[in-house]
């Protein structure tokens, strides 16, 4: 009997990242919240780096698209979020703008649950190690604790902005402090879909590790969606994340330059009896 025989109806996920409000483009972000309102998603995921420099004004156009988004958003803060050059602020209220600004005026959160599924949101941005973030002790406690009563049915999902792992197949990376630790948490909770961002380059896969956990779950890795801060050969993009019973699906949606985000990258995944995600021929 399939896990997911008791699951009617599909979830679309969008995966947003690293939009670097002040250093944004206009036009894309337009397109991208008209894209949002045509295609509806269930769930929306901004996996950090809202603003370039942690300003007040990049705090508020932030706010301001995301009010515009009409599904739910899970939000999780990025290096970028954090004031780099003001060391008061740095070290002493580091994301107080972020909170002030984008989680108590907004209807975002970090914690979503429905029948289908279950999204956790991480705060991986760190004083201390700006560039790189860290997964906390304590985190791994709340990963635990918030998956143990979503039913087995349903999909699992953490969101990072520093990844946890490099996808399989891809160039390595550099991941957040005590990765590998959280990746037996997360193994442990039976999440099965890690999203993240903060490279900016759009990558999927089975986790890149040496642990014997690597089929159990995904990997997904976001571009940046509407930043000037693109990386070589890439431009910019978004995932589109569809999960319909056991089929999880992997869109990368690639910014064409002029108007809209289209399909440009396909990966394809069920989810079998034995709980291993299984890559299927697209
Ligand atoms: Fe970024
Ligand atoms: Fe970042």
Redesign the pocket.
Known sequence: MLRFQKLKAMRLVAHIS?LHFGRHDAAIVGALIAQFGEMCPHLVVLS??LTQRARSSQFAQAKHFINRIKAPVVIVP???DIPLYNVMHRFFSPLEKYRRHIRETSTSGDWYVDDELAVLGLNTARSLTWKSGRVSIGQMGLIRRRFEHIPQAAWKIIVT?HPIASAHGEPRIELAGRAMLALRAIADAGVHLLLS??HHRPASGHPASDLLLHETMLVVHAGTAVSTRTREGEGNSYNLVCLDGPHATVDVMRWNGSHAFEPARRSRYRLNSRGRLESEIV
Request: aromatic residues 0%; negative net charge.
């Open positions: 690293d950090g780096d990025g290096n970028h902005h961002g903060h």
